[in-house]
């Protein structure tokens, strides 16, 4: 895998999302992507539970996956595919099946796997959690598809009984560990609470992401991307 030389245009930060809005990504190692790989095959698997699927979204248009499509094919991506595989209210031990039959079939390309948050909200032992995610990555890597994580959202159930941080760490020490990118959503999402700017990217349940969320979500990943195909610039970051 080798940073692409082709030249490709960044990606414009959505108007509507202000400075730090958009969820940081701590990359880690460096995502690496095949050389010209915007206009090759990229078969992305989005894996994971409600904030995959789209819940709180207004449209299944606006799920993060289908966000993250059409900004790549904006920008020129002309064989992109993602392949939403969100089911809303699972816990990692479930996704992990999933996620290791597609790797077994040997079509993703690239993972991204959105964890954490209903690990957290069920009491799933921590330790159990931490090496379930250890061993997603692992899978990822030996069947060569490079993953990327996205660690659990803040949400408005935090103030009244925090325990999603907790969780968030563990998937951010994983990917460090892992030398894996990770989309940074917990602490991201923190700062925007301590500015009393986080209820628009929240729906109205306080627990899931807005359309608002979802498209700054997509916007980092489709960053993170680009920048793996050889953009100049770091991804997410402002």
């Not at 995502?31 to 915007?38: T, V």
């Not at 993060?64 to 020129?76: F, I, K, V």
């Not at 995610?133 to 949400?155: F, K, M, N, S, W």
């Not at 940074?184 to 627990?207: C, F, H, I």
Request: aromatic share 6%; proline share 5%; charged share 25%.
């Amino acid at each position: 895998m080798l940073v692409a030389k082709a030249k490709v245009s960044a990606l414009a930060a959505p108007t509507h999302c202000p400075p730090r809005e958009a969820p940081t990504v701590d990359d880690g190692a460096a995502l690496r992507l095949d050389s010209g790989a915007s206009h090759k095959p990229l078969h992305i698997l989005a894996i994971g539970s409600s904030s995959t699927e789209g819940v709180g979204a207004t449209e299944y248009d606006k799920s993060y996956p289908a966000r993250l499509y059409s900004d790549l094919t904006a920008d020129g991506w002309t064989r992109v595919e993602v392949h939403n595989a969100g089911i809303s209210g699972e816990v990692a031990e479930k996704t992990l099946v999933r996620l290791e039959a597609a790797l077994a079939g040997r079509w993703p390309q690239l993972v991204i796997w959105q964890v954490g948050t209903n690990d957290a909200l069920t009491g799933v032992d921590e330790n159990r959690f931490r090496a379930t995610v250890e061993e997603g990555a692992r899978a990822a890597r030996e069947a060569g598809a490079p993953i990327v994580l996205i660690d659990p959202q803040y949400t408005l159930r935090e103030r009244a009984s925090p325990r999603l941080g907790r969780y968030a760490a563990i998937v951010d020490q994983i990917a460090e560990e892992q030398r894996a990118p990770v989309v940074q959503r917990y602490a991201s999402m923190l700062v925007l609470e301590n500015s009393n700017l986080l209820a628009p990217m929240l729906a109205k349940d306080g627990l899931h992401m807005s359309d608002l969320g979802y498209d700054c979500l997509a916007w980092s990943l489709a960053n993170l991307i680009e920048y793996a195909a050889g953009a100049n610039r770091k991804t997410g970051l402002r």
